[in-house]
Nanobody
Framework: VQLQASGGGLVQAGGSLRLSCVASGGAFITHAIAWFRQAPGKEREFVGGSSWNGVTVFKDSVKGRFTISRDNAKNTVYLQMNSLKPEDTAVYYC???????????????WGQGTQVTVSS
């Protein structure tokens, strides 16, 4: 499975961005897709994800602000980020594994990152 993340950019605090992760080369509908992020000098952390059946989970600090949807016809998972804060600034990565989302970095496939910068 190959993953291509896109949609990052520069946005003011309170603004919104939608990231996309397009998968190819595998059975997308059987895979969980998760989003991780890594800020400068920090560990890569779990943000949220969609299991194969569409069930989503999120890191506490983004609950109510971020949502995830998946379009199986397009092999794409979207991370909609609203009410962005400067502390959301990071490189965002999508990752895939079979079946269900787990918050650890136990994923088989990783996309390249996309930079999200939130200015105050």
């Amino acid at each position: 499975v190959q993953l291509q993340a896109s949609g990052g950019g520069l946005v003011q605090a309170g603004g919104s961005l939608r990231l996309s992760c397009v998968a190819s080369g595998g059975a997308f509908i059987t895979h969980a897709i998760a989003w991780f992020r890594q800020a400068p000098g920090k560990e890569r952390e779990f943000v949220g994800g969609s299991s194969w059946n569409g069930v989503t989970v999120f890191k506490d600090s983004v609950k109510g602000r971020f949502t995830i949807s998946r379009d199986n016809a397009k092999n794409t998972v979207y991370l909609q980020m609203n009410s962005l804060k400067p502390e959301d600034t990071a490189v965002y990565y999508c990752a895939a594994r079979k079946s269900v989302v787990v918050p650890q970095r136990d994923y088989d496939y990783w996309g390249q990152g996309t930079q999200v910068t939130v200015s105050s």
